[in-house]
């Protein structure tokens, strides 16, 4: 595995490389915004990206909590698998279908709810016990820095674009700006937490966090939104070089983001041993000391 | 079931009893909001039209701001003596203090909103021209909102190092959908430019949804040492 990350390193960059290459010379310029529009190439990625991390951190966080107690394992077991099930099969029923935005396909919503099983079964499968934690802490550090990503590109483009930085209100940057605001949170309650049930309570606030982003979208209805329609799964629609250069530059991030993630929760992992091999050898110490002190105490 | 009420009855009294003999939550947070309501009127000094469109915001700002040094003190009351942890080891069910503590909260609030409210209307020349009642169920649900939330993340936030500051920074994002539904409710009854029928139902989703999730995994974060 060792051996594996230079080699994903250098693959990663050239990737990036080519991405950026695609992004600046290949894809044509946008006919109404011109060469700006291609922050996209940056944006978007970034913004799939954190989303993807924050929904791996969500389910992590939700398996340690169940993992707790073993009856609550099998509940959640089972829930997963019929939230996929009735998910899948309620977005082709018409009465729902009705409910959808205008735009968004039945298939990508049926797609988006079978990740849910998915990568439930995934993650708890290839990060058994405490590395789930492990998983969280990395998902919402490599987020956080995605999502920091997209806010920061976001207005940089608003302002030639729109004539404004910010559009308050605005669904879409609305929800973006709270979860980001979530996770921040979320790391913060990590640093400052000093018991040893830090997962625990992490955990409970990334699920409170998951909980809050409906509301936000809820609690915006109201307000149209100005944000470009979305690409895939809904009524955006884009020159197809467009969409192939948007692709590439996302898997060039995924793969950057992949790297990260990766040398983190090794980083993270190893602290932990540390930590657990310093609080042993100290257990130990305290123990040959209480042994050597017994009989002196007793002669005393 | 049983049991449960009148575990949370003996606790919410006893919470309000203390309270009655100290008064320690309730005079800082009077103070404390007095003082916003003071420094809201110098910084801004608005025409009555002018202010019917603000004071929602300021009215809740102010809220938030109290119930957050009101809920500071929740849980620190019970550090001292090793009370919580002698909650933990009986068999009381942990939901019992949790809405014990959460009812108590409420109620603290909605007694300084009552207090704080006409020196609104006084300060700002109020006159609310949409329908007044309204604002009544936005208040409790709000004030549920909030108050749900930071009891929860209060009692998460003592286990941290500065455990004061660390509220604010846990229950502020968790709260905007429920700010943002006060705030613009708020200002819909004052203007009486449109209805405030939406953000009500917002505060409701929220509120049972959050209520539900509290009373979820407060077990696990009190039980977490």
Redesign the interface.
């Known amino acids: 595995m060792k051996r594996l990350f230079p080699i994903l390193s250098i693959l990663t960059a050239i990737f990036l490389a080519y991405a950026l290459y695609q992004a600046l010379v290949v894809a044509p310029t946008d006919a109404l915004q011109g060469d700006v529009y291609r922050i996209i190439y940056y944006h978007v990625p970034s913004a799939w990206t954190a989303f993807l991390l924050f929904f791996i951190n969500f389910i992590a966080s939700v398996e340690y909590l169940v993992n707790a107690k073993p009856s609550s394992r099998t509940a959640a077991k089972w829930i997963v698998i019929a939230i996929g099930v009735v998910g899948v099969i309620a977005t082709f029923l018409p009465q729902v279908q009705a409910l959808l935005p205008t735009g968004m396909r039945p298939s990508a919503v049926a797609t988006t709810v079978l990740a849910i099983p998915a990568f439930y079964f995934l993650v708890g499968w290839l990060f058994p016990g405490e590395k789930l934690d492990v998983l969280a802490v990395t998902s919402a550090e490599v987020g956080v820095v995605f999502c920091t990503i997209v806010l920061v590109t976001g207005p940089i483009w608003a302002r030639p674009v729109w004539g404004i930085w910010w559009a308050p209100g605005d669904i879409r940057l609305t929800s973006t700006l709270v979860l980001w605001l979530i996770y921040v949170s979320y790391l913060a309650l990590r640093r400052f937490s000093s018991s040893a049930q830090t997962q625990m309570m992490a955990a409970a606030l990334a699920v409170f966090g998951a909980l809050d982003v409906p509301l936000v979208y809820f609690s915006i209805w109201f307000f149209r939104t100005q944000h470009p329609q979305p690409v895939i799964g809904g009524g955006g629609s884009m020159d197809p070089r467009m969409l192939h250069t948007l692709l590439i530059s996302w898997m060039a991030f995924l793969c950057f983001a992949f790297l990260v993630a990766w040398s983190r929760f090794r980083l993270e992992l190893l602290q932990r041993e540390v930590e657990q091999a310093h609080a042993m050898e100290s257990l130990a110490g305290a123990g040959a000391s209480a042994k050597a002190s017994l009989p002196l105490n007793r002669s005393a | 079931m049983n049991s449960l009420w009148a575990l949370t009855l003996a606790t919410l009294v006893k919470d309000i009893r203390l309270e009655w003999r100290s008064k320690d939550a309730l005079n800082s947070m009077l103070f404390f909001s007095l003082l916003v309501v003071v420094i809201f009127v110098f910084s801004f000094d608005p025409l009555a039209e002018e202010s019917r469109h603000i004071v929602g915001g300021l009215v809740w700002v102010a809220f938030l701001f109290a119930a957050v040094v009101a809920l500071n003190q929740t849980w620190a009351r019970e550090l001292r003596n090793q009370v919580l942890d002698a909650y933990r080891v009986s068999p009381a069910p942990a939901n019992a203090l949790f809405m014990a503590k959460a009812l108590g909260n409420f109620l603290f609030v909605s007694v300084l909103e009552a207090l704080m409210t006409p020196l609104f209307v006084i300060f700002y020349n109020l006159h609310v021209l949409g329908p007044a009642w309204q604002l009544i169920p936005l208040a409790l649900l709000g004030t549920w909102a909030l108050v749900v939330?930071g009891t929860f993340f209060a009692a998460?936030?003592l286990?941290?190092?500065?455990r004061e500051i660390?509220l604010p920074?846990?229950l502020?994002?968790?709260s905007?959908?429920a700010v943002?539904?006060m705030v613009a409710g708020t200002t819909a009854v004052l203007t009486g430019e449109n209805s405030a029928h939406?953000y009500i139902v917002?505060l409701l989703?929220?509120d049972v949804?959050?209520t539900t999730?509290c009373l979820g995994?407060f077990g696990?974060?009190l039980q977490?040492?």
Do not use: D, H, K
């Not at chain 2, 286990?159 to 500065?162: G, L």
């Open positions: 939330n998460m936030s286990r941290t190092r500065n660390m920074l846990l502020f994002p968790v905007i959908p943002l539904g939406f917002l989703t929220y949804v959050f999730a995994l696990t974060i977490a040492e």
